[in-house]
């Protein structure tokens, strides 16, 4: 029985959710599924089952918000922590601001795997 903690990441980005798989893998901390249409994410963590949820916000098939929205309405995976990436928001503007969408923690683009490592672990302790 493995002890890694399972972190679905969820990007119409490949090369995004192929980095995120790769750094996160090299941690040998995490088991990494991605997905690249945010229509299948629900799909792909009720299958899954992830302790946590990488979570792109701007997806040409559905909005990071709609399927966190729709990942928190199923019963199963309420609790699951997300934490939304996004280009669109300055790091600027991030460490200004409590760093949240929609209450959710958010990291922006590009990113670097400290951040997103420290991010991880600081969610999932919660």
Known sequence: MS???KILAVDDEVQMTK??????????KF???TENEGL?????????????ILLDVMMPDADGGEVAAQ???DPDLKGTPIIFLTAIVEKQEVE???????GHPFLAKPIRTEDLITAIE????E
Do not use: H, W, Y
């Open 19 to 28: 980095m995120l798989k790769r750094n996160l893998d090299v941690t040998g």
């Open 96 to 102: 200004g601001s409590a760093g949240t969408i929609g």
């Open 31 to 33: 088991e990494v599924r």
């Open 3 to 5: 002890d890694k903690k």
């Open 40 to 52: 299948k994410a629900l799909a792909a963590a009720k299958e899954f089952r992830p302790d946590l």
């Open 71 to 73: 990942i928190l309405a």
């Open 122 to 125: 600081e969610n999932l302790r």
